[in-house]
């Protein structure tokens, strides 16, 4: 028996198919990457993530543009005792202070006590943290408003050109960025 090739047609009424459209613009995704979410969610049954995605909406309201699951349960290697780690993208207006971190700590109500969350803002995809671009290779894009999901795209392709190298010392991953010849030749006049 083959291995199934993963592309298919799905035909629904037009009235599921203006919603599905809907959603996609919502999340300025594509409508395969919305149909694709859905399906998922239905085959593991309701959103895994929902309570935490919640609060942070509550929380932050029109301040969040995405969500991203990073770590082992991003991976697939998350064990009973494994942190669950979110990256709450907030607006370039608000300040990640310790001040910030109180008012969750007030403010997530019943979240479970694994769940850790990390508020970040969107990279710079012309100098990225070690935290966006191990998120652009193992991340779960859980909410997208602002395009996160293109930002981490071009993050694939920059770390699968070689512009950025991960590396690892003492067990632990780094990440560097490779100069151009260009880039060399201009520093060294």
């Known amino acids: 028996m083959s291995r199934p090739s993963g592309k ?9 198919h203006g919603l599905l459209r809907e959603a996609a613009v919502r999340e300025k995704a594509s409508l395969n990457e919305v149909c694709n979410r859905l399906i998922q969610r239905g085959l593991k049954g309701s959103q895994p993530y929902e309570q935490v995605l919640s609060c942070a909406r509550e929380f932050l309201d029109e301040q969040l543009p995405g969500v991203v699951l990073i770590g082992s349960q991003a991976r697939g290697t998350a064990t009973a005792r494994s942190d669950v780690d979110f990256l709450v993208i907030v607006a370039p207006e608000v300040k990640i202070d310790s001040a910030l971190y109180r008012r969750w700590e007030r403010f997530k109500k019943d979240l ?21 671009l191990e998120a652009a290779l193992e991340g779960q894009i859980l909410v997208d408003l602002d395009g996160i999901g293109t930002v ?16 690892l010392s003492h067990g632990q991953p780094y990440w ?7 880039g060399t030749k201009e520093r060294a006049k």
């Open 112 to 132: 479970p006590e694994q769940y850790s969350v990390h508020f970040v803002h969107s990279p710079d995809p012309e100098r990225p943290s070690g935290i966006w």
């Open 176 to 182: 560097t960025q490779n100069r151009t010849e260009k």
């Open 152 to 167: 981490l795209q071009r993050l694939r392709c920059a770390i699968a050109s070689g512009v950025f190298c991960r590396r």
């Open 8 to 16: 298919f047609v799905l035909r629904v009424e037009p009235e599921t």
